[in-house]
């Protein structure tokens, strides 16, 4: 048990991250609830060796346990891979018309797939980098890689997603009415 200023810090420092925390286990093991229970594990875990973190940067170290608890997890389980389903929260509310908000799902749906579609290697350097804004540094740090393999890493990783991509019908065929 934390005393009560660490675990004042550990809020402060650790516990802004955990949509981060959440958003890569759900890519990670491509299910909601399994990555709200890895998700938990990890918040647990990093709570019970808060008291080893001194300085540094407090979003990769939660990260590098979030990682390390859906590999442990995905070698128990191995479920089956099935695609991330559109939450409704994440459909635009700008003020767009109805066709292009039919489009920018439509292209969202396909980014999906595509990301989903990568191997999870791949996968995590991708969602680390674009979807949550991770430096090299901090990819490194998370997933302990050398800064070259990471930005090697990542290079590979986007052509695999354009590739993927591209691969993909953009649109389907317009039907006749």
Known sequence: MLEPQERERF???VLPHLDAAFNLARWLLRDKQNAEDVTQ????RAYRFFGNFRAGDARAWLLQIVRNCCYTWLQ??????????LEEESIPSSGLSPEAQALAIHDRERVMRA???????VREILVLRELEGCSYKE?????????????????????QLRDALSE???????RAL
Do not use: F, H, W, Y
Not at 41 to 44: F, N
Not at 76 to 85: G, M, T
Not at 145 to 151: F, L, S
């Open 11 to 13: 809020e402060a420092c």
């Open 41 to 44: 594990e990890a918040m647990l």
């Open 76 to 85: 128990k389980n191995r479920p089956a891979e099935d695609l991330a389903e």
């Open 115 to 121: 990301l989903d579609s990568l191997p999870s290697k």
């Open 139 to 159: 990819i490194s740090a998370i997933t302990s890689r050398p800064i070259g393999t990471v930005m090697s890493g990542l290079a590979r990783a986007r052509q």
């Open 168 to 174: 993909q019908p953009q649109k389907e065929p317009r």
